[in-house]
């Protein structure tokens, strides 16, 4: 029995709330509107011609009455670059009706859209209004914007002989960008290439990215969107291949590139051990789902650059010729699958040797989350394969150990005032996948730099800012400037 008299008091009340639902009484007051989790969506810059990812806003109804839309629509009407579908209706046309908000309820809008072809070398605005015409003849909006980039498609691109690109408009290259055996692709100061998923760059011949401060060079994914909140696509690692430098490529060089964000960054393969295969100079190469640095049997230099956050490991060498002058190289990668090491080099992989013939690191801060970010193996104690390697006036994130062949050095332990990623100030943002690599001014790096070194090689930094104004000059790719300096 009372088993029976609950089900009814449940049967009475559900019904009590159907019988709400359906009296709603639906305000048509001007003072009743809607409220919007935003007044503008942005698209930010896209590539023309191409869809966009989804953006989304709320609608929201704080009234004690429920609302009545009586139409939705686009100012631009079925001309509008924009497509819109609110709370599950598409705006067919650019413009639909009738939609319910009931008191204190929401409902989701959900936008794509794509920016025209205008033949123009700068980013051209897009823009529209969304329109809300509420029952009581009120009108509210939000404003739609983007800017549609114009860009020069690349499918199956052979370079078969010299070539220069300009900084004129971005490249989108959809499948691999190869430059034939002979020939020499050169990328002026500026130039910006995006690369679909996948897609690489390879080089048989020569390359030579010619940036200067300011106007760099930029190899990058095509992926223009927000994989997530606040999380966009070129944050992410793994949004295209990566550049390979083959056997029988020579003389390349990177001057003041900023390359990002692939599944590896720069790949040596191997080669004569006597030849520059390439010299990287005042660049970034970050965040990669691989590594960002490798070269196989390859003569490398690398000079006041950055090499920082890999899946794999920043830099790995195995055998060959390499030197590193004030390069900051440091792996605090962010995302899930594990984490290499800073850096890792050998002479030996597998049955087969290789020669380390020399692995010098002039002024260089390498370290990472780990407790041991560099490794170094030999294929025996006995040294029957090179294996010559030199550390001088580095900050090193390794356990301390005592060798000729480290000069000068400080170690980046718990023992210090600060380390790992204290070093580096601002403070990595990991919710914004936001890294800065310039020093805190408690870092040991400060002041520990061998400055005839700096002299020759490097006497400013990667940002061009003077590094022996003080007389001392930091260790690594960045000089510490305090904030009221230039």
């Known amino acids: 029995m009372k088993r029976s008299l609950c089900l009814w008091a449940c049967l009475l009340m559900l019904s009590g709330a159907v019988s709400c639902m359906d009296d709603e009484e639906f305000s048509t007051s001007p003072s009743d509107r809607l409220v919007f989790s935003t007044d503008t969506v942005a698209f930010d810059t896209v590539i023309s011609g191409a869809p966009t990812n989804t953006r989304t806003f709320m609608v929201y109804n704080h009234g004690e009455k429920a609302l009545r839309v009586s139409r ?13 579908n609110v709370d599950g209706t598409l705006l067919d046309g650019g413009q639909a009706g009738d939609f319910e908000i009931y008191a204190r309820d929401s409902i989701r809008v959900f936008l794509e859209m794509t920016a025209p072809v205008n033949d123009s070398d700068k980013p051209v605005a897009v823009e529209d209004d969304l329109m809300f015409q509420l ?3 009120q009108t509210q ?46 990328l002026s100061a500026g130039t910006r290439l995006l690369f679909h998923p996948d897609a690489s760059l390879i080089v048989r011949g020569t390359v030579r990215a010619e940036g200067v401060l300011g106007d760099e060079v930029m190899m990058r994914g095509d992926r223009m ?31 003041y590139c900023d390359i990002h964000s692939g599944s590896f960054g720069v790949r040596c393969d191997s080669s004569d051990v006597n030849r520059e295969k390439v010299r990287i100079e005042n660049s970034v190469l970050h965040n990669m789902q691989g590594d960002v640095f490798s070269a196989t049997s390859s003569n490398v230099f690398v000079g006041n650059s950055q090499l920082t956050n890999a899946g794999g490991n920043c830099v790995t060498l195995l055998g060959g010729r390499s030197r590193f002058v004030h390069c900051t190289i440091a792996n605090f990668y962010a995302f899930a699958g594990g984490r290499g090491v800073a850096l890792a080099y050998s002479n030996t992989a597998g049955a087969a040797d290789y020669p380390l013939h020399q692995a010098d690191f002039i002024n260089c801060l ?29 900050l090193l994130n390794t356990p301390e150990f005592v060798d000729e062949r480290v000069e000068a050095c400080l170690w980046d332990n718990d023992e210090a005032d600060v380390c790992r ?10 919710s914004s996948l936001s890294f800065t690599f310039t020093l805190d001014s408690l870092s040991q790096a400060r002041g520990h730099a061998d400055t005839v070194a700096s002299r020759q090689y490097y006497p400013a930094d990667r940002l061009g800012r003077d590094r022996l104004a003080g007389g001392r000059a930091d260790i690594g790719c960045y000089q510490f400037i305090p904030h009221n300096e230039p």
């Not at 300009?166 to 691999?176: I, K, N």
């Not at 990623?421 to 990991?430: I, K, M």
């Open 72 to 84: 939705a629509y686009l100012g631009r009407g079925a001309d509008s670059p924009f497509r819109v």
């Open 135 to 137: 029952e009581s003849g």
């Open 141 to 186: 909006s939000v404003h739609l914007v983007a800017y549609g980039q114009d860009v020069i498609v690349m499918r199956g691109q052979v370079f078969a002989s010299d070539t220069t690109l300009s900084a004129r408009r971005p490249y989108q290259v959809l499948d691999s960008l190869v430059v034939a055996e002979g020939a020499t692709l050169t």
């Open 225 to 255: 969107g927000n994989m997530f909140t606040n999380q966009p696509y070129d944050l992410i690692p793994g949004q295209w291949g990566g550049i390979v430098l083959t056997g029988t490529s020579y003389g390349n060089l990177f001057r």
């Open 366 to 394: 390498i370290t990472g989350y780990g407790d041991d970010e560099i490794m170094g193996t030999s294929k025996d104690d006995a040294q029957t394969v090179a294996f010559n390697y030199y550390f001088s006036h580095c």
């Open 421 to 430: 990623e204290q070093n580096f100030s601002p403070p990595f943002d990991l």
